[in-house]
């Protein structure tokens, strides 16, 4: 847990549920991608490295290759666990992949590489992958063309700190690679349906540093959050919100 940044291993273990809660789910076209470009299928085994509560991991059984979930906060496995009982799920970390030498067909990290983007993890994802394997790297996006979602984002951003972020493309900075291949990019829309509660407050309340905040300020930004939901005219009096995203998918392969 050294190698995890202290607001990952704070906000993510006091906010396990509610991630699993609030987190969307994934496009159901990624199912494509992971068969291709990604080349998953019967026979190949994959490992969802930062795997969390598992909202990427229960895509990865129907492309019928052998999953294994990495995950190194405990309340977060434990969510895992809980709602995939026969997927294989493992404490470890991105520089510490507990698994042989080119073992893997396919590595994949959603909506976490940022929290580890670096030389040593791209040097590990290379030990653990076979020769040809692949790299892929998932993100949901707020759609902040939308001003409620923008301005959601505006409530939250001030308390980020350093805390690794997606939005900073610093996470780009462990590329180019030598032992990996250009990355190549798909998009693809999608909206998160459900109780206000659960897409939005849930959603907000379970990011990394908004969850490890003193319980004061963690107040602070539910109250800002909840009076948006309140007065906006597109949210207020809602039963039902569409949450839009767009998701990224980076995929690469092991060169050498």
Not at 171 to 199: D, I, K, S, T, Y
Not at 218 to 236: D, F, K, Q, W, Y
Request: hydrophobic share 45%.
């Amino acid at each position: 847990m050294a190698e995890v940044h202290i607001a990952a291993q704070q906000g993510f273990t006091k906010e396990a549920q509610a991630y699993a809660r609030g987190r969307p789910e994934y496009p159901p076209a990624l199912v494509g991608w992971l068969t291709s470009p990604m080349g998953l299928a019967v026979g190949r085994t994959v490992a969802d490295v930062g795997a969390g509560t598992g909202k990427f991991t229960q895509l990865l059984p129907a492309t019928r290759a052998d999953v294994i979930a990495l995950e190194p906060v405990d309340a977060m496995r434990a969510q895992l666990q809980t709602g995939l009982p026969g997927v294989r799920a493992l404490a470890g970390t991105a520089q510490a992949i507990p698994l042989p030498d080119a073992s893997l067909d396919a590595v994949v990290c959603a909506q976490a590489f940022h929290w580890f983007a670096n030389r040593q993890t791209l040097d590990e994802f290379h030990r653990a992958l076979k020769p040809s394997g692949k790299l892929g790297l998932v993100w949901n996006v707020r759609d902040e063309s939308v001003d409620w979602v923008a301005a959601l984002t505006a409530i939250v951003t001030p308390y980020e700190g350093d805390a690794p972020r997606f939005h900073k493309g610093d996470w780009r900075r462990a590329f180019p690679h030598p032992g990996f291949n250009a990355l190549v990019e798909h998009r693809f829309e999608h909206q998160h349906v459900g109780p206000p509660q659960q897409v939005i407050v849930d959603r907000f309340m379970s990011v990394s540093f908004i969850a490890a905040l003193a319980a004061r300020d963690n107040a602070a930004v539910r109250g800002r959050i909840e009076a948006l939901l309140a007065t906006h005219p597109a949210l207020s009096g809602q039963r039902t919100v569409s949450f839009p995203y767009y998701t990224l998918a980076f995929d690469c392969t092991r060169s050498a």
